[in-house]
């Protein structure tokens, strides 16, 4: 059992930056596979970016390669996710999701993970 919780949200203008973090709490995530993922009202939950259990493995959204990052502490039991050159069409809430497979499953797919966090809303602005 693991609970995860996104911060850093928040409104910032089109081209700005924001750092997300999804800290784990109740159990260490270290070997765990780890993703983001965001939500727009009425649309599908869709993939962001993911990282394996040691943040040798990195899977980015098309819509979001070479702007996003998302890297992992596992020492502090936290992931990350920096977004830089921000579009407004990256407002939605961003869930941060944690999978306990033992092979790690298919991070890019929702269905892979286990635990999810309440989500930390990012709007930008145009």
């Known amino acids: 059992q693991v609970q995860l919780v996104e911060s850093g949200g928040g409104l910032v203008q089109a081209g700005g930056s924001l750092r997300l973090s999804c800290a784990a709490n109740g159990r260490t995530v270290s070997s765990d596979g780890m993703g983001w993922f965001r939500q727009v009202p009425g649309k599908e939950r869709e993939f962001v970016a993911a990282i394996s259990w040691n943040g040798r493995a990195l899977y980015y959204a098309d819509s979001v390669k070479g702007r996003f990052t998302v890297s992992r502490d596992n020492a502090k039991n936290t992931m990350y996710l920096q977004m830089n050159s921000l579009e407004p069409e990256d407002t939605a809430v961003y869930y941060c999701?944690?999978?306990?497979?033992?092979?790690?499953?298919?991070?890019?797919?929702?269905?892979?993970?286990?635990?999810w966090g309440q989500g930390t809303q990012v709007t930008v602005s145009s």
């Open positions: 999701a944690a999978s306990t497979a033992v092979m790690g499953g298919i991070l890019r797919d929702p269905r892979t993970y286990d635990y």
